[in-house]
């Protein structure tokens, strides 16, 4: 470790259905860090939440595996790799999107070891991975997103399917959208258009979660913006539209199709622009989010509507995610993202 760098301890893989998405993440991040400024020492995390050494840590990242391996239990290192975060490390980038990463979880543990983390706190992380938690704040605070429901997997054993669908027909009209509350990259996510389609999604959503959220269909375009800051200093990127041949914007779309467009700025109005940008702002600062996010939103500006579809505390960060893209469009390079999200850590009290 040197004393002359920042040493950083670069999070990657972890428990969640996110975890391939980390180790892009997290591969394009290592490779883009100063290594005249900056000691990176990656840290990986399997799948079933155990940690390599630093020694093997760093080979799987600089490899081609998509996957952390598993460890014995009787080679599992956790202990010495905490010794070594305690002692050494002056800030932990957690690159781990989706549930026990971006939900909190990795944020409280940090936050019991004092160790300093980019991104944002144990709360605004958890509420920004609940989107139930989310959307209700999201209403408090005025905030416009299209109708939802929530339905929790205790409450739909003692129900009747068939009435349950109705009544979400008749309350958001079909066809309507079923996700798991808590998870990201589209993953559990499904259109409803009949029964049939109902009871799958259904079973789907329910393998990620106890709880999901049911929302009405919103005939727009896919808009993103990228924050980052805290409260009394937040800049917002410019907007960008995905166009997908999907019915919507799902994983295959996201990571592996390559027929999908990111048009970026995006062809809208000035005023929709300021409006997306005040938003951004607004939710950000809705959930008590600092650091990083990125913002998506439903536009249709025939219709004069802009509605927030949910805020990512940890968004995708290989040099084609949006986030960096984004900010790349007004003359934020993906370096530069690097250190003032570190500068904005280390100067912050979580």
Do not use: W
Not at 51 to 70: M, Q, R, T, W, Y
Not at 98 to 112: M, N, S, V
Not at 289 to 306: P, T
């Amino acid at each position: 470790m040197s004393k002359s760098k920042i040493n950083i301890a670069l999070f990657f893989g972890g428990r969640s259905a996110e975890h391939e998405v980390s180790l892009l993440s997290a591969r394009s991040i290592y490779n883009a860090f100063s290594k005249e400024k900056y000691e990176i020492s990656p840290v990986a995390i399997s799948k079933k939440g155990f940690f390599h050494s630093l020694e093997e840590s760093k080979k799987i990242l600089l490899g081609d595996k998509n996957k952390v391996p598993e460890l014995d239990r009787e080679n599992i290192l956790d202990l010495k790799v905490l010794k070594v975060l305690e002692e050494k490390i002056d800030l932990v980038f957690p690159v781990l999107h989706g549930p026990y990463g971006e939900d909190g979880k990795i944020q409280g543990f940090l936050d019991t070891l004092n160790i300093k983390y980019v991104g944002c706190d144990l709360l605004s992380s958890a509420v920004g991975m609940d989107k139930a938690v989310m959307k209700e704040i999201f209403s408090y605070h005025n905030i416009p997103q299209s109708k939802f429901k929530v339905l929790k997997k205790e409450e739909f054993k003692n129900q009747n399917t068939l009435e349950i669908y109705n009544k979400f027909v008749e309350d958001l009209k079909v066809p309507f959208f079923i996700k798991p509350a808590n998870m990201g990259s589209s993953i559990g996510i499904n259109i409803v258009k009949e029964l049939s389609s109902f009871k799958a999604a259904l079973s789907e959503a329910f393998k990620y979660d106890n709880k999901i959220i049911i929302e009405s269909n919103v005939k727009g375009r896919e808009i993103e913006s990228a924050v980052i800051g805290k409260a009394d200093n937040i800049e917002v990127s410019a907007a960008g539209e995905i166009i997908s041949t999907h019915d919507f914007y799902d994983y295959q779309a996201k990571y592996e199709d390559q027929s999908t467009e990111l048009i970026i700025p995006a062809e809208i109005s000035n005023k929709s622009k300021e409006i997306i940008k005040e938003l951004s702002i607004r939710a950000f600062k809705a959930i008590g989010a600092e650091g990083i996010s990125r913002l998506d939103f439903f536009v249709n500006e025939n219709e004069n509507m802009i509605l927030v579809n949910e805020i990512n505390t940890m968004p995708g960060f290989t040099k084609f995610s949006m986030y960096p893209l984004l900010f790349k469009e007004v003359g934020i390079s993906y370096m530069e993202l690097l250190d003032r999200l570190v500068n904005i850590a280390l100067t912050e009290d979580k």
